[in-house]
T-cell receptor, first 114, second 113 residues
Framework: AQSVTQPDIHITVSEGASLELRCNYSYGATPYLFWYVQSPGQGLQLLLKYFSGDTLVQGIKGFEAEFKRSQSSFNLRKPSVHWSDAAEYFC????????????FGAGTRLTVKP | DTEVTQTPKHLVMGMTNKKSLKCEQHMGHRAMYWYKQKAKKPPELMFVYSYEKLSINESVPSRFSPECPNSSLLNLHLHALQPEDSALYLC????????????FGSGTRLTVV
């Protein structure tokens, strides 16, 4: 079965600084990859997704992510962080061979300093 | 309509109560999901319905009973819960193939007393 690891539990960045959140997956072929964001007490919102094609994908709110097969990674980036980006970020992996089974990483909590 | 609506937003229930959580979507999605999320943890999959049929049950205790009356509605019936069942319960929906990702509701915050 597929799995996903987010190595960073908590990251703090200054407002206006760049951001990179790490995500590593385990799956025998090219998986479906997603990044979700969750504000406190809320549901999850899809930021972006990858399942084929261009390895650099653009998402909402100015986020992008790059799929690197050689590193089994799908890191999330943003060039300039805003205070409203403070939230929990989850990487998720789905298996094309097993519909409807998406697994989440443990999450990375982002704090933004003024 | 691009939303998943969950009701109620908050629920407090005793260990002998019976209650239900409701989830509704009108996006034509044919797969619907229940997730449980404890504080500072990722969502954990509980149940998956595909074309109104239960396709995945992640060994959830029988005190949780899902129901999918039609393609737009998903219920989670609760009975004789324990305090450790207190959590945020999230409903999601998707196309049958997961490549488009899931649309999540805002959740029901459940407290068992």
């Amino acid at each position: 079965a597929q799995s996903v690891t987010q190595p960073d539990i908590h990251i703090t960045v200054s407002e206006g600084a760049s951001l990179e959140l790490r995500c590593n997956y385990s799956y025998g072929a090219t998986p479906y990859l997603f990044w979700y964001v969750q504000s406190p007490g809320q549901g999850l919102q899809l930021l972006l997704k990858y399942f084929s094609g261009d390895t650099l994908v653009q998402g909402i709110k100015g986020f992008e992510a790059e799929f690197k097969r050689s590193q089994s990674s799908f890191n999330l980036r943003k060039p300039s962080v805003h205070w409203s980006d403070a939230a929990e970020y989850f990487c998720a992996v789905g298996a094309p061979s097993n519909n409807n089974d998406m697994r989440f990483g443990a999450g990375t909590r982002l704090t933004v300093k003024p | 309509d691009t939303e998943v609506t969950q009701t109620p937003k908050h629920l407090v229930m005793g260990m002998t109560n019976k209650k239900s959580l409701k989830c509704e979507q009108h996006m034509g999605h044919r797969a619907m999901y229940w997730y449980k999320q404890k504080a500072k943890k990722p969502p954990e999959l509980m149940f998956v319905y595909s074309y109104e049929k239960l396709s995945i049950n992640e060994s959830v205790p029988s005190r949780f009973s899902p129901e999918c009356p039609n393609s737009s509605l998903l219920n989670l019936h609760l009975h004789a819960l324990q305090p450790e069942d207190s959590a945020l319960y999230l409903c999601a929906s998707s196309q049958v193939r997961v490549s488009d990702g899931y649309t999540f509701g805002s959740g029901t915050r459940l407290t068992v007393v």
